[in-house]
């Protein structure tokens, strides 16, 4: 198993996303990615990393309310579903959220 700290940025926020949008089923936006990488990822790297995953097609995300605000919630786009999935599986953060 690979261990979560020698994860980029933009891995990490990747399996934070898969987390919480194919396991939780939840969603997931910036301030709730912030929030549970605090420790590991600055906020404006998280906002970098988010940048660049868009821009390579890892994520996509929709305007949708969350917690009675308007946000940007994400998700793993249908190509990288399975390189995710397979990072989460081999990862597995020691997360407590």
């Not at 994860?7 to 926020?13: D, F, N």
């Not at 605090?38 to 995953?53: C, G, H, Q």
């Not at 946000?71 to 020691?94: H, Q």
């Amino acid at each position: 198993m690979t261990n979560w700290e020698l994860l980029s940025p933009e891995l990490k926020a990747c399996s934070v996303i898969y987390e919480f949008t194919q396991i939780k089923k939840e969603k997931i936006w910036f301030n709730k990615i912030v929030k549970i990488l605090e420790k590991d990822v600055s906020r404006s790297t998280i906002s970098k990393s988010l940048d660049k995953l868009f821009d390579l097609g890892v994520i996509d995300g929709n305007w949708k309310k969350a917690e009675g605000k308007w946000t940007r919630v994400f998700n793993i786009s249908g190509e990288a579903k399975d390189f995710v999935k397979s990072i989460y599986n081999n990862t597995r953060r020691l997360s407590k959220s």
